[in-house]
């Protein structure tokens, strides 16, 4: 019930198709902590819950702000040298979004360290947002942002996915 799956990412020569894996793993771990809370609610706490909470905790403390890095500090400086007023209130709107979520996560935090360290949880009133808007905001991304990268040349992308790389080896 609590199973990911496991599913090959492009390699950082994909920049743009390694922060659209990134956001499909947004979607399976958001959609994991409203899993982990039904199984909460029918079978209780176990190690199986404890688990999927330790994965989830990983994934968001680790690769999300990652992730969130990979556009603030790559793509979104790249596109913005487009000058394209649409795209750069676009992009403007969804870094504003970056800190909302960062406070949804910081409010479903504590929760899934509970539920990790097999403690008795109570369940945030935020996880349901946490869990539609990490998803919602990263479909935005990639309607309204990703296709732009585009028009961005072959020596900026492979630049970009060598910093995504270098910012991975550097966290690890």
């Not at 910081?106 to 509970?114: F, G, H, I, K, Y």
Request: charged share 25%.
């Amino acid at each position: 019930m609590l199973n990911l799956g496991n599913s090959a990412a492009p390699g950082f020569d994909e920049p743009i198709a390694l922060l659209i894996a990134c956001h499909d793993k947004v979607r399976r771990f958001a959609a994991l902590s409203l899993r982990l809370d039904q199984h909460l609610q029918q079978k209780g706490l176990d190690s199986e819950a404890a688990g999927a909470a330790s994965n989830i905790l990983r994934y968001f403390d680790v690769a999300a702000p990652l992730h969130h890095a990979d556009e603030e500090e790559d793509l979104f400086p790249a596109l913005r040298q487009l000058d394209d007023a649409g795209l750069n209130t676009a992009m403007a709107k969804l870094e504003a979004e970056h800190e909302e979520l960062a406070a949804l996560w910081r409010a479903v935090r504590p929760w899934l360290e509970t539920v990790a360290q097999q403690g008795l949880p109570v369940r945030p009133v935020e996880l349901d947002a946490f869990a539609q808007r990490y998803p919602a905001h990263a479909q935005r991304e990639e309607d309204e942002i990703y296709p732009a990268a585009t028009r961005l040349g072959a020596q900026i992308l492979a630049q970009m996915g060598e910093r995504m790389r270098a910012r991975r080896e550097y966290a690890v």
